[in-house]
């Protein structure tokens, strides 16, 4: 961070020299023009050498200086931005990654892309369009005002009142017009990328159900909420600015007469009256930008009170010890009277509940629908907290391993599983990049789908799609399940694995798990009684306890 601290500082230095060297150019212009006006330029050359070429001089000087600066203020800042919204990506998908599941729960796929995408976007943009605005603004209206003040005092002083109007009061009430109605523009956007991440993701479906017509004006009413809202924003923009230019013109009006009141007193000379002019016009550009700006802030403060709460929510309290934290072989589970539930339901899952799984123990777990099988995996990984109890893992409390780390001890093929838009190879290969083409041979085998790939043309290179939308519901499940077995790790939950297998391919694949992985403890969640011969021990979980069949 702190070599963006000091790139974002270099940024703002350089908007204020742009700002500043605008000044410069309108100011001494404005002397020059009406100096060589007023006396002829050959005169005032040959009498006025010396203070002819001076101001020449500055005007090429803030010339050059404007144009360099904005150009390097530009490089400077937008690289600043960048630089900005990657750590502050980074630093987000830190904090939302330990929380998964249960610290998005109450949250949807589309919202937290909108949010990881355009909430840090926003907030990084904090810098270039608010952050440096104002701060230029603040700046650079001392030095105004300062200059201003050193020809004609009451000019500086009519200027500072102005420029606290038109840059404080216009900007704030700007805010409080705005606020509420880009808060709820924020819930209409993200209600809106949800609905629209969900829609695309579930087309088939809506279609089929011929609901896909309201979910469409849905996203379309929000569309036009949206750019009501826009339309209603430029409106209070373009106001605030029109505002702004108002002011600036009365401002221009009054010092114009106090000038000419000063120049009637002598205390200033003809040249210096369009000087003073054109400098209170070129103070003004820079207040201009303040009621976009303050929509800038609104936003970006509104996006970075939705990150601190989508990363606020912590899980598992690990501390940095607990990153080394390693379970010890042998890897065996013991569950001491857990229980659980899920925060906000009523429905008990386990009531201090016991159970001991030994490692290379090939066990089934039943039990009617709902009853918490799959919660099992939850629990395990230290996704939600549990009530009472502990559960351990070769000998250490799963609350103290973290996630990456238990995960290389247990692998796990849950019911909706992931596959990736690639080829059979490819996914398999993402899984464990060492596997060689021997051992994804094997590993078709034993999951039954050898003789599948050997019938496709391009075998093991075919592209299976999105989420596998090319194979079977069975051939996917198999596939994943190969993913599993080449993690090659002590313990395999398989979350009904048979699920969609005819019997005969269902036996052969439970067969040569069982025979190929003696070493391995294999937990086979399940409503298939067909394979429960096959287990070491079926154990049924009723009413939050665990019952020996
Ligand atoms: N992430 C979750 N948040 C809240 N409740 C959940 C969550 N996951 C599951 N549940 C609830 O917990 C209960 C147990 O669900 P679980 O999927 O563990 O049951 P199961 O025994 O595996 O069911 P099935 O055999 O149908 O797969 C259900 O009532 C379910 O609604």
Aim: glycine fraction near 6%.
């Amino acid at each position: 961070m702190k070599p963006i601290k000091w790139h974002l500082a270099l940024g703002m230095l350089l908007s204020c020299v742009a700002a500043l060297s605008n000044f410069g150019l309108l100011f001494v212009s404005g002397w020059l023009i009406t100096s060589a006006a007023v006396a002829g330029l050959a005169a005032l050359a040959v009498s006025q050498a010396f203070n002819i070429m001076l101001p020449a001089a500055g005007v090429r000087f803030f010339a050059m200086a404007r144009i360099l600066s904005r150009y390097l203020e530009r490089i400077i800042t937008h690289d600043g931005a960048f630089r900005l919204t990657s750590s502050l990506r980074t630093a987000v998908y830190a904090l939302l990654i330990p929380q998964t599941p249960s610290g998005l729960m109450d949250k949807r796929g589309g919202d937290i892309l909108g949010q990881f995408v355009s909430d840090t976007e926003t907030v990084s943009a904090y810098y270039t369009d608010a952050a440096i605005p104002f701060g230029r603004a603040l700046c650079c209206s001392i030095v105004f005002i300062g200059l201003i003040s050193c020809f004609l005092p009451i000019a500086g002083m009519t200027l500072g009142a102005a420029l606290i109007i038109a840059g404080a009061i216009v900007p704030i009430v700007t805010y409080w017009m705005s606020y509420r109605l880009i808060k709820q523009m924020r819930f209409v956007k993200s209600r809106m990328q949800g609905n629209l991440a969900e829609t695309l993701q579930n087309l088939g479906e809506l279609l089929i159900l011929t609901i896909a017509d309201s979910s469409v004006n849905n996203i379309k009413q929000d569309q036009l909420y949206l750019d009501q809202g826009k339309l209603k924003l430029d409106i209070i923009e373009s106001t605030a600015r029109s505002l702004i230019t108002v002011i600036m013109m009365i401002v221009v009006l009054l010092v114009l007469f106090q000038s000419i009141s000063a120049y009637r007193a002598h205390l200033l000379s003809a040249a210096e009256i369009p000087m003073l002019v054109l400098g209170i016009m070129a103070a003004f550009d820079v207040i201009l930008p303040l009621p976009a700006a303050t929509h800038a802030k609104i936003k970006a403060d509104i996006a970075e009170q939705q990150l601190q709460a989508s990363c606020n929510h912590t899980v598992a309290d690990q501390t940095e010890e607990d990153l080394f934290v390693s379970p010890n072989a042998p890897y065996d589970l013991v569950m001491k009277q857990v229980s659980f539930s899920y925060p906000q339901q009523p429905s008990i899952i386990l009531d201090h509940a016991s159970l001991t799984i030994k490692q290379g123990e090939h066990v089934a777990i039943v039990g009617a629908s709902g009853m918490g099988k799959s919660s099992l995996i939850n629990m395990l990984f230290s996704f939600y907290p549990l009530q009472t109890g502990s559960i351990f893992l070769g000998g250490v409390d799963v609350k103290k391993i973290t996630c990456d780390k238990l995960s290389s001890f247990v692998s796990v093929v849950s019911q909706d599983f992931h596959l990736f838009s690639g080829t059979i190879k490819e996914n398999l290969k993402l899984i464990n990049p060492e596997v060689t083409d021997k051992e994804i041979k094997d590993v078709l085998k034993i999951v039954q789908l050898d003789q599948f790939v050997k019938e496709l043309l391009e075998g093991i290179h075919t592209f299976i799609g999105n989420e596998g939308v090319r194979l079977s519901g069975g051939q996917a499940r198999r596939l994943a399940i190969a993913q599993g077995l080449l993690r090659k790790t002590p313990w395999l939950i398989l979350d009904e694995p048979t699920d969609g297998l005819d019997s005969q391919t269902e036996q052969a694949l439970m067969q040569q798990l069982m025979t190929h992985y003696t070493d391995q403890t294999i937990v086979v969640i399940t409503h298939k009684s067909e394979i429960l011969p096959l287990m070491d021990r079926v154990i049924l979980l009723q009413d939050g306890c665990f019952h020996a069949v």
